[in-house]
């Protein structure tokens, strides 16, 4: 099994590493595919450049073995003029190059509760499973039939299956955030331990977020 962990990461930061880490041993992943969207279609648009991104990104994941970062979203918003870039398009992607594997959309409770209003959100689950990342004391809501008639009981499932099920994962979810981060830089307070060390060089080094 393969999961996917797609964002802005702007900048990544270690709320996003410790989830990627964490439900990589929960699920017993081969690895964890960190996927850096190059334009958002629900949110503003990244303040650091893609590139830039994708560097503190690389920074933050080496010598980590079973966290891979993948560019597809950045090199189809390059090649395809700037489209926005939708998940659909970035799942029916891998599984066309892994045909066989069962893949993990890992999304938080958040957008999970949004997901209706995401670009082809149904056929998400034609190409792989959604597993939704819950903060302790998270409570399901209703659900109607579409879902309902996905939910699996336990993992078992998503390893029997390819695609289409819908799991709810409590995991060690920190309360840090990329928009804090940003705005602490804005206002010249330090981030450390919130983000890697090698991140933060970056940042300073480049000047990012400085007038956020």
């Not at 209706?116 to 998270?138: E, K, N, S, Y």
Request: charged share 20%; proline share 5%.
């Amino acid at each position: 099994m393969i999961g996917i962990f797609g964002g802005t990461f702007d900048p990544v930061h270690y709320g996003h590493l410790r989830s990627a880490l964490e439900v990589k041993e929960l699920f017993g992943l081969s690895e964890v595919r960190l996927i850096p969207c190059a334009s958002p279609p629900h949110r503003n648009q990244p303040a650091a450049s893609a590139l830039m991104r994708l560097q503190m990104l690389e920074l933050a994941v080496k010598n980590r073995p079973g966290l891979k970062i993948d560019t597809r979203e950045l090199d189809r918003h390059n090649q395809l003029n700037n489209v926005p870039s939708y998940m659909v398009d970035t799942l029916k992607s891998l599984r066309h190059e892994l045909p066989n594997q069962s893949l993990l959309l890992f999304i938080g409770s958040d957008a999970f509760n949004s997901l209706t209003t995401w670009h082809q959100w149904r056929q998400l689950f034609d190409v792989a499973h959604i597993v939704v990342m819950t903060r302790p004391g998270f409570e399901i809501q209703q659900l109607d039939d579409f879902f309902k008639s996905r939910l699996a009981d336990d993992k078992q499932a998503l390893a029997q299956n390819r695609a289409g099920k819908l799991f709810f994962q409590q995991i060690t979810q920190l309360d840090i955030s990329a928009t804090a981060i940003r705005q602490m830089i804005a206002k010249k307070q330090n981030p450390g331990f919130l983000l890697p060390d090698a991140v933060i060089e970056y940042i300073n080094e480049h000047k990012l977020y400085q007038a956020y």
